[in-house]
């Protein structure tokens, strides 16, 4: 049964600092992998996706890296900005394209002014 | 990119009543949508997924005669959720795959609050 962990649960950061969130996983099998960023009471909001074969994905400030080999992924934000104060959770999709998303419990990121 | 829409975003409904969430894929077609329940500050859970003109598959633990679901179409699928209890109060949200299975779209979530 796969598991996703997000340590630690939560993060306070002052403004313009780069951070790294981590995400682990057990069972290296898998299709790919999703980073979403979710607004308190609100849904997901897709970040970046990386596929299986794939070693990283970037959109704009954010970086995102994959080692399925050692189950870990990491979400590289740069320059942080109060604005990207949220919960970060990361999601692996099993084996095939209609398998289901296991998600982490998340990262509570503060960013400060 | 892809829009999922949720119906209604938040719901207050009294104990022993039954509440119907819809889930809509607005500009695709999804033969497969997922709905996940998620409790404060805890992760997703998924309930069940739902394919298109079949029985959805519920995940272990989940009572499928409490918590109904319909994939009638292949832009809508609905949660029921029968007799509801305070205890189902919680986070309600759906997904929906494009049509290569690439990547989920998720919907904006449903509140759903029973007194």
């Known amino acids: 049964k796969q598991e996703v962990t997000q340590i630690p649960a939560a993060l306070s950061v002052p403004e313009g600092e780069n951070l790294v969130l981590n995400c682990s996983f057990t069972d290296s099998a898998i299709y790919n992998l999703q980073w979403f960023r979710q607004d308190p009471g609100k849904g997901l909001t897709s970040l970046l996706l990386i596929q299986s074969s794939q070693r990283e994905q970037t959109s704009g400030r954010l970086n995102a890296s994959l080692d399925k080999s050692s189950g870990r992924s990491t979400l590289y934000i740069a320059a942080s900005q109060p604005g990207d104060s949220a919960t970060y959770l990361c999601a692996v999709k099993g084996g095939g394209a209609n398998s289901k998303l296991t998600f982490g419990k998340g990262i509570t990121l503060s960013v400060r002014p | 990119g892809a829009v999922v829409s949720q119906h209604p975003s938040w719901v207050i409904c009294k104990s022993g009543t039954s509440v119907k969430i819809e889930c809509r894929s607005l500009d695709f077609q999804a033969t497969t949508m997922f709905w996940y329940r998620q409790f404060p500050k805890q992760s997703l859970m998924l309930m069940a997924t739902?394919?298109?003109?079949?029985?959805?598959?519920?995940e272990q633990g989940v009572e499928k005669d409490k918590f109904l679901i319909n994939h009638a179409s292949l832009t809508l699928s609905t949660l029921t959720v029968t007799s509801a209890h305070p205890e189902d109060s919680s986070f309600y949200i759906c997904s929906a795959n494009i049509p290569s299975g690439y990547e989920q779209y998720f919907g904006p979530g449903t509140r759903l609050t029973v007194t």
């Open positions: 739902s394919n298109e003109g079949s029985k959805a598959t519920y």
